[in-house]
């Protein structure tokens, strides 16, 4: 019999102790850290990966947010894929009403699969040791157990929980005797002297109904909130929104606090937890002292992302995006360089990166927020200069895409075609400007600026007038329902 599995990939975090590489709305899951694939595309390259030996893999079903949602389709569709369902959150409520989501998504059609849930920002030097241990797992959540993978510890780590363990060393599966919060130093130092104590990784893999029993019967506020968000959901192609005012009003809880720490203090409840352990080379990227352990470091530990250059340096990362960066003299440090923003931090202090944005958010600085070049589902747009009355921006518009029917109050614009063709709508006039042809939107106009081409369209933009925020924009028509 074929083991039916849906994936989840869990998308809707934020990732601030990665900025300024990391913002708000392109937080570090869709970042490329190394190789030529984004953290999600990996998660999602890996659980397509599962099928063979008698399991069968769907298409991804992926929880996120609004603001993520373009991201999702543009990096999965790089991959030649596309979700089975797109599920956005009007709110963030944590993990456990993510997954409830996923698994009333999943039994949609009268089915009842393995689900997968696996965060969008992780990562693993060994896929094969993956597929092996997440194969294990399924066919342990086929018999009715909930299962989750363990990380051996190789170190006293503090920001992890735990899982505790029984059974013997060699069993491939192990019952689970106790979740334990995330330890000081010395008890980190003890749980790996006694052995029996795995990092939570935040993997797990059950059947989609027996969360919702689960769930059911920890938390039934939980379960019934989600339930009623659920019922009254709208599906616009692959996008799935619940209801807004009716998920507001679920209870924030993780899945561990919820029901996993639960099930084996309870065991009359007949919820049994399993874990499988997977020695996969796995990290949660979780700070960027966490991707300079996971990086190739030269013969003095430096490790180089961009264009760098080190003199009588040690230990030190430095990730550079858009010029040189030189590291001189220097031990156990991190900068990373972005257009807009420069980090300098000593890498054991990494992980402190988040109080960073919430200065930035304090202040009411857009830095946390967004990067200089800002992704849209039409493109993108890097705003590459400005001053008094006036900015400069350079636009990308994709193949067969097209930027709303608009209008500004306080601002006029020039656009001059770098390549590609453009179609320009102003007023009741539409033309086809080529390369290095020009023209002008006044203040007022109805406008619209089309890519009808098979090849990206550049344009450069000169806005000028009293006011030049995001927010002067009148839409009457976007195919994107903003």
Request: proline share 5%.
């Amino acid at each position: 019999m074929t083991l039916q599995i849906v994936p989840v990939i869990m998308a809707g975090g934020s990732g601030t102790r990665l900025w300024p590489l990391s913002r708000a709305l392109y937080p570090k899951q869709f970042l490329v850290l190394h190789g030529n694939e984004s953290l999600f595309q990996q998660a999602h390259r890996r659980l397509q990966a599962l099928a063979g030996e008698g399991i069968e893999v769907a298409a991804p079903c992926v929880v996120g947010n609004e603001e993520h949602r373009f991201l999702v389709l543009d990096q999965l569709r790089e991959q030649g894929a596309s979700p089975s369902s797109l599920l956005l959150e009007p709110v963030g409520r944590n993990t456990a009403p993510a997954v409830a989501l996923a698994a009333h998504a999943a039994m949609a059609n009268g089915q009842d699969p393995i689900m997968v849930v696996a965060p969008a920002d992780q990562t693993v030097t060994d896929e094969a040791a993956f597929v092996a241990a997440v194969r294990e797992a399924a066919r342990a959540a086929e018999q009715g157990d909930i299962v989750i993978l363990g990380i051996q510890p190789d170190s006293p780590q503090t920001g992890y929980g735990y899982i505790r363990t029984q059974g013997s060393a060699s069993d491939v599966t192990r019952a689970v005797a106790a979740f334990v919060e995330k330890p000081n130093a010395e008890t980190a130092q003890r749980y790996l002297a006694e052995g029996g104590y795995y990092w939570n990784s935040g993997l797990f893999v059950m059947r989609a109904s027996r969360w919702l029993a689960a769930l059911q019967h920890f938390r039934p506020d939980i379960a019934h909130a989600v339930a009623a968000a659920w019922s009254v959901r709208k599906t616009d192609g692959t996008f799935v929104r619940p209801g807004k005012e009716e998920f507001a009003a679920v209870p924030a809880e993780s899945v561990d606090y919820a029901v996993l720490e639960k099930c084996p203090e309870t065991p009359q409840a007949g919820f049994n937890v399993k874990m499988v352990p997977l020695n996969a080379g796995w990290s949660d990227l979780g700070a960027w002292d966490a991707v300079w352990q996971v990086s190739e470091r030269d013969a003095s530990g430096n490790v180089a992302q961009g264009d760098a250059i080190f003199h009588n340096t040690r230990n030190t990362l430095v990730h550079s995006t858009s010029r040189l960066v030189s590291a001189v003299g220097v031990d156990n440090i991190v900068v990373v360089e972005t257009p807009d923003a420069v980090l300098v931090a000593d890498r054991d202090s990494s992980q402190d990166v988040k109080k960073i944005v919430s200065a930035l958010q304090e202040q009411g600085r857009t830095e946390g927020t967004l990067h200089r070049r800002v992704h849209r589902p039409w493109g993108w747009y890097d705003s590459i200069d400005a001053g008094p009355r006036f900015q400069v921006k350079r636009i990308m518009v994709k193949p067969k895409a097209t930027l709303s029917l608009q209008m500004h109050h306080h601002r006029a614009e020039h656009w001059i075609v770098v390549s590609g063709t453009a179609e320009v709508t102003c007023g009741d006039k539409v033309t086809l400007l080529g390369e290095n042809q020009s023209t002008y939107i006044p203040l007022g106009e109805t406008h619209r600026l089309a890519n009808p081409g098979t090849i990206p369209l550049e344009i450069i933009e000169v806005q000028s007038g009293s006011y030049l925020g995001e927010d002067d924009i009148v839409r009457f028509e976007d195919k994107y329902g903003r």
